[in-house]
Structures are given as structure tokens and as C-alpha cells.
């Protein structure tokens, strides 16, 4: 690579001989370039046996892709809720991606929350925080079960204001994660522009919440 200043991600070069450095924060275009980072991480490897319980619409795999991906979601049937897989055996994975349901809808039908369920393969969505973090919770329960010793699971979760008050999604996700034998990697903070404006004559009582945290695990030996 050339000499000479180059800036990447706001971080000024030349980087000489070497790629720009993956930031724990940045606007990701999508999940698919924030996979395709964590692979250059090290974190996801081609030969490994990758499971996808949350496929969906398989946004995640278009820039980098395992080369044995075990992927499917509730539309393939109840027998795939990734609380309970009973098709595999313990430790069959050396890697899982799960994307489970983050944000609770309050009830709402409208905006664009049900379309971001359907993407991902998710039939309902939890109406209050705590349906969601026990959705949450149960799942990475059953991928404890399913990874391989030390191997990987990437979660993603975020912060969010629900009736009100601001819900620490990350805190419960990885309180529960680390309580049942998971150690903490790397935190990858995937940032976004916000979707919609202060409505018209409302008073803003919180800072817009414009990420989402992927969490990198590990599983104990």
C-alpha cells in the first residue's frame, strides 16, 4: 500500500502494509460488513461449522460466508425455535450467530417493526422488555448447549426506551450471558443514523438510541 495520509473510519494513516484497523464503533452498512469485519477478526472462520438460527432473509452472510452453514428460522416450522433445537446434539457447532428479537414493539402494529421481524424470520414480537429479554435469555441458553467448548457465539441486543424508561438491554443480555459460563471477547457497537424525527411538538427526554451491540462469547472448556 501506498505511503501517504489516508483517512478511514476517522482514523488518520498511512497504513502502510497493513490494513485500516476494525473499530469497536462504526456505521456498518449493513450486518452483512459487520459479519465480514468480525471474520477478519478471527472470531468466524471459513472451515468452521456455523449455525444461523435467526436466517431470515440471510442479510448476514451476503459479504462473508462459512463454508458448512447450518441456517433456518420459525418459517421453516416450530420445530426450528432456537430455544429449543432438538435436532442437534451438545457441542455440535464451533461457531453461532444469533439474532434474536431486541427491541419489544409495545404493542404497536404499525411502523417498520413488523417488517424487521419478517426479515429475520420471527413470527411474533414480544410486546414488553422483559418478554424480550427472556426470549433472549432462553435462546442463548440453548446456544450455550449447542456450541463446542470455546467456541464462539455472536449476539446482537441494544438499549432501548420503552414506555418511557430507558430498558439496558446489553446489561441483561450479557449479565445472563456470563452467568451461565460464556466469557465476554469483544463488544462491537454497530452504529445508525436515526429513522425518524422528534415528533412535532414533543419534548425529547432521552438521547435517540442510534446502535446496537454485538456481543462476542466465548464458551468456558
Known sequence: MAKGKVTVDGLEGPFEDEPPPILAAKYWVSNAD??????KLGYLKKADVVLDPTYGKGIWWKKWR???????DLSNGPEYDFRNLEMYTDGFFDAIAFDPPYVSVGGRSTSGMKDMYEAFGLMDAPTTPLLVQSLINDGLDEMHRLVKPRGIVLVKCQDYISSGKLWPGTHYTLTHALA????????????????????????QMHARRNLSTMFVLRKGR
Open 180 to 203: 451461565i459460563g460464556f466469557e465476554l471477547l469483544d463488544r462491537l457497537e454497530h452504529l445508525s443514523k436515526a429513522s425518524r424525527a422528534q415528533p412535532s411538538g414533543r419534548r
Open 66 to 72: 462459512p463454508e458448512r452453514l447450518f441456517h433456518h
Open 34 to 39: 459487520l459479519i465480514a469485519d468480525v471474520a
